[in-house]
């Protein structure tokens, strides 16, 4: 195993400098099942071999549903839940069958370490940038430092970031730029026959 990387990695360390690892990851990758457990063993696998802070970012959000519709919300992607289930969503032909327990037991393996997930990201949103910035900021440790000057309020607000209530993390992401989603839900959405009809469900306000 070539460890170069890790080596100079290992020698930046030791001249006191805050390194942290940032894995860019293409959306795309979203809507296809076999890229996507590609990718998060990717990830793992680099985050054990660089031992690092590492943060993985899902770029071009914006862009998520260019090449279709996913099967699962954002939200499964981002926090990497449950990847059994995409099995379910491999095309059934002979090839994939012959693969399927190895599938499986790469899915199982990700699922094991509980350690990958992915901050969504997209250049149309600068809160979305500022997020990715201070993730960085709060894994190198430099928002706990002591070389500049700074009020507790920006340190944990820093430090905090992301800790926010499940609509916050992608909702707005869903609501800007997967509206096939949100047509989706409408068209089946029962109806009642009465004010309860009239709730908009897509409202961060509205909580089940």
């Not at 460890?3 to 809507?31: E, G, P, Q």
């Amino acid at each position: 195993t070539n460890t170069a990387l890790r080596d100079i990695v290992n020698k930046l360390v030791k001249m006191d400098l805050r390194l942290a690892a940032v894995h860019l990851v293409d959306s795309h990758y979203c809507s296809d099942p076999g890229k996507f457990i590609s990718v998060c063993l990717t990830s793992l696998t680099t985050m054990l071999q660089m031992e690092l802070p590492h943060i993985n970012v899902l770029s071009k959000v914006d862009l998520v549903e260019k090449y279709g519709k996913l099967q699962f919300n954002l939200d499964y992607y981002t926090e990497v839940l449950d990847l059994e289930y995409l099995l379910d969503c491999f095309p059934e032909d002979n090839f994939t069958k012959k693969y399927r327990a190895l599938n499986q037991a790469m899915t199982g393996l990700i699922s094991d370490y509980s350690l990958v997930n992915f901050i969504p990201v997209t250049v149309k949103s600068k809160e979305r940038m500022l997020m990715v910035s201070q993730q960085v900021d709060k894994a190198n440790g430099y928002v706990f430092g002591t070389g500049e000057e700074r009020n507790l309020r920006n340190m944990m607000g820093s430090a905090l970031a992301g800790a926010d209530f499940e609509w916050a993390k992608t909702g707005d992401l869903r609501t800007e730029f997967m509206s096939t989603e949100a047509e989706a839900s409408d068209e089946s959405r029962e109806k009642f026959g009465n004010d309860l009809d009239k709730v908009d469900l897509k409202d961060p306000q509205f909580q089940v």
